[in-house]
C-alpha cells in the first residue's frame, strides 16, 4: 500500500457538527475500500484565491491516508459526487517518508 496525503475544501456554510460527520463521511470511504487513515481533521477556514461555486471561504482539510493504488480512482469519484466537497487534491507521499500505519 501506498501513503497519500489528501486537501480537502468543504463547503463553509457547514455547521462544526456538519463538518464532523463529513470527517467521518470521508474516512469511511477509505476504510471501505481497504485504506486506512493515519490522521485527518481540519486544517483551517481561509479564504480563497478565487471563487469556488460562488464561495470565497473553505473549510480545509488534511489528511495521511494508506490505500492502494487501485482504490485512489474510486475514492476520487466518490468525492467528486459529494456536494460539500468544493476541492479536492491527492497526492502520493515520497518513498522515503512512507511508513507503516
Known amino acids: 500500500m501506498k501513503r497519500y496525503e489528501v486537501m480537502l475544501i468543504l463547503n463553509p456554510d457547514m455547521s462544526d457538527a456538519d463538518i464532523e460527520s463529513q ?8 476504510i471501505k475500500l481497504k485504506g486506512k487513515v493515519a490522521e485527518f481533521g ?7 484565491a478565487y471563487p469556488i461555486n460562488k ?7 488534511l489528511g495521511d491516508f494508506q490505500m492502494p493504488e487501485d482504490i485512489v480512482k474510486g475514492v476520487s469519484e466518490e468525492w467528486q459526487l ?6 479536492f487534491l491527492i497526492s502520493k ?3 522515503e517518508k ?3 500505519i
Do not use: H, P
Not at 459529494?82 to 476541492?87: A, F, M, N, P
Open 23 to 30: 470527517i467521518s463521511k470521508i474516512k469511511d470511504s477509505v
Open 42 to 48: 481540519v486544517w483551517q477556514r481561509r479564504r480563497l
Open 98 to 100: 512512507e511508513k507503516e
Open 82 to 87: 459529494d456536494s460539500k466537497i468544493l476541492r
Open 55 to 61: 464561495f470565497k471561504e473553505g473549510v480545509y482539510l
Open 93 to 95: 507521499k515520497e518513498k
